[in-house]
């Protein structure tokens, strides 16, 4: 890694220790206990005719990518994987989602961090 990119992995962790969220991502059974930092994304959505009509914001979780594990094996985000923590006594569920045909994720530089494209699945 070059030294920028060791300095902005440093300040993302940093950030995470101080405002991150204990989150439990899921897939199928399978789950793993995280700390992430919660953001958004504006996405432009098209109609059946290829026309951006509206706007739609995914709730963006950014998570160490190297924790994402099913049976030892790490793996990618993808569509249904669930996260959810719980806030005041209450439990908020998202999904991982595509908007555009985008994947679910996005790589956060050339670093092991991802942010996972989620919207509100259950819970408040």
């Known amino acids: ?13 940093s950030v995470q ?3 991150g969220l204990t989150v439990t991502w899921r ?9 992430a930092t919660r953001g958004t994304t504006n996405w432009k959505v ?8 509206r706007i739609e914001k995914s709730s963006d979780f950014l998570v160490d ?12 985000p993808e569509q249904g994987d669930l996260i959810e923590y719980t806030i005041r006594g209450e439990t908020h569920i998202y999904r991982a989602t595509e908007f555009n045909e985008e994947p679910v994720y996005s790589r956060h530089g050339d670093t092991d961090d991802v942010f996972i494209h989620t919207t509100l699945y259950g819970g408040l």
């Open 65 to 76: 990518g190297q924790l994402l594990k099913v049976a030892g094996t790490v793996v990618e």
């Open 1 to 13: 890694m070059t030294q920028f990119i060791d300095i902005i992995e440093r300040a993302v962790h």
């Open 46 to 53: 098209a109609n059946e005719y290829g026309v951006f009509n």
């Open 27 to 35: 897939r199928g059974a399978d789950s793993v206990i995280l700390t």
């Open 17 to 19: 220790a101080v405002a």
